[in-house]
């Protein structure tokens, strides 16, 4: 079993960054691929950005591209999603997961563990 745990979430002003980490348990890490997905109220789980075990493959959803970063530190078992230009449209709660394939992953349903979700708020 995979513990995963966000923190790093909180209220923001419109233009302003947030960098959210998760850290994992167990020493296997470097094999699970990692997303980072969000949810707002009435909507599904989407997938922001995701990256791969090694960490040389990442992937950003349309919404967000040019403006988070996902990167990963193998070392310290925790991935990063650096959140800049942040946009009221963004807030939502942020979900970490984990794949066991190590490879970027698109669906939610390819995920096999998660974290309890992290709220950002992203005020005008």
């Known amino acids: 079993q995979v513990q995963l745990v966000e923190s790093g979430g909180g209220l923001v002003q419109a233009g302003g960054s947030l960098r959210l980490s998760c850290v994992a348990s167990?020493?296997?890490?470097?094999?699970?691929?990692m997303g980072w997905f969000r949810q707002r109220p009435g909507k599904e789980r989407d997938l922001v950005s995701t990256i791969s075990g090694s960490g040389d493959s990442t992937y950003h959803a349309a919404a967000v591209k040019g403006r988070f970063t996902i990167s990963r530190d193998n070392a310290k078992n925790t991935v990063y999603l650096q959140m800049d230009s942040l946009k009221p449209e963004d807030t939502a709660v942020y979900y970490c997961a984990a794949n066991l394939s190590g490879h970027r992953r698109w669906t939610a349903s390819a995920y096999d563990f998660w974290g309890h979700g992290t709220q950002v708020t992203v005020s005008s």
């Open positions: 167990g020493s296997t890490f470097s094999t699970f691929g």
